[in-house]
């Protein structure tokens, strides 16, 4: 998997979950637009690109609706005992966020917490608070356009190996009809070759 390559190197990488909303908000804020621009790699979160590229099959739905990259991609940071920093825009969220990833990985290292808000310095501080720690990963749940805009003043500030908006993608509500349906009926090879060929095809749908 090119993303565990990258993360043992010690590359940067940076991935955005895309709707909808956020594609609407790239037209018009050039902030936002250059943020996804500069994301190494997106993963659609919304039916509504698949259509709108006219890439809307049943296994591109399914892949969406059951959020294989996602699952796959954390279940190896839970298995490799990555350090993770998790991020939202206020405590609340933040602990939503946190029972969200340990609901789904229970063995999941979660070694920080940090809320942005719009509290003066809150940014500078957010920053300090993540490179303390120094994660491997940071789990954003900031909704947009503060995630993108977070991403790209601070990317070069950020001592990580892997950012994942994550953002305020709805199936977090959601989250144990999520694991039974994952866990029930998605067989683990066929999710393995899906993480191995999804970044090639989602990085060039949008």
């Given at each position: 998997m090119?993303?565990?390559?990258?993360i043992?190197?010690k590359i940067?990488t940076t991935?955005?979950?895309?709707?909808?909303d956020?594609?609407a908000?790239?037209?018009?804020d050039?902030?936002?637009?250059?943020?996804?621009?500069?994301c190494?790699?997106?993963?659609?979160?919304?039916?509504g690109?698949?259509?709108?590229?006219?890439?809307?099959t049943?296994q591109?739905?399914?892949?969406?609706?059951d959020?294989?990259?996602?699952?796959?991609l954390f279940?190896?940071l839970?298995?490799?005992?990555k350090?993770?920093?998790?991020?939202?825009?206020?405590?609340?969220?933040?602990?939503?966020?946190?029972?969200?990833?340990?609901?789904?990985?229970?063995?999941a290292?979660?070694?920080?917490?940090?809320?942005l808000?719009?509290?003066?310095?809150c940014?500078?501080?957010?920053v300090n608070?993540?490179n303390?720690v120094?994660?491997?990963v940071?789990?954003?749940?900031l909704?947009?356009p503060?995630?993108?805009k977070?991403?790209?003043?601070?990317?070069?500030?950020?001592?990580?190996?892997?950012?994942?908006?994550?953002?305020n993608?709805?199936?977090m509500?959601?989250?144990y009809?999520?694991?039974?349906?994952?866990r029930?009926?998605?067989?683990?090879?066929?999710?393995?070759?899906?993480?191995n060929?999804y970044?090639?095809r989602?990085?060039s749908s949008?």
């Amino acid at each position: 998997m090119r993303v565990d390559r990258r993360i043992s190197e010690k590359i940067l990488t940076t991935i955005e979950e895309v709707n909808m909303d956020t594609l609407a908000l790239a037209e018009s804020d050039e902030e936002v637009k250059q943020s996804l621009e500069a994301c190494d790699y997106t993963v659609i979160a919304d039916e509504g690109i698949l259509r709108a590229v006219s890439a809307d099959t049943l296994q591109r739905r399914h892949e969406i609706e059951d959020h294989d990259f996602f699952y796959e991609l954390f279940k190896r940071l839970e298995r490799n005992d990555k350090k993770i920093f998790v991020i939202a825009e206020s405590q609340e969220a933040v602990d939503e966020a946190e029972e969200f990833l340990l609901g789904l990985f229970d063995r999941a290292r979660i070694s920080g917490k940090g809320v942005l808000d719009d509290s003066p310095g809150c940014s500078e501080n957010l920053v300090n608070e993540i490179n303390i720690v120094s994660p491997d990963v940071i789990a954003s749940f900031l909704p947009s356009p503060s995630q993108e805009k977070f991403l790209l003043h601070n990317r070069e500030k950020l001592l990580m190996n892997l950012w994942y908006g994550i953002g305020n993608n709805k199936f977090m509500g959601k989250k144990y009809g999520f694991i039974g349906k994952i866990r029930k009926m998605l067989d683990v090879k066929r999710l393995t070759h899906l993480i191995n060929t999804y970044e090639h095809r989602q990085n060039s749908s949008i």
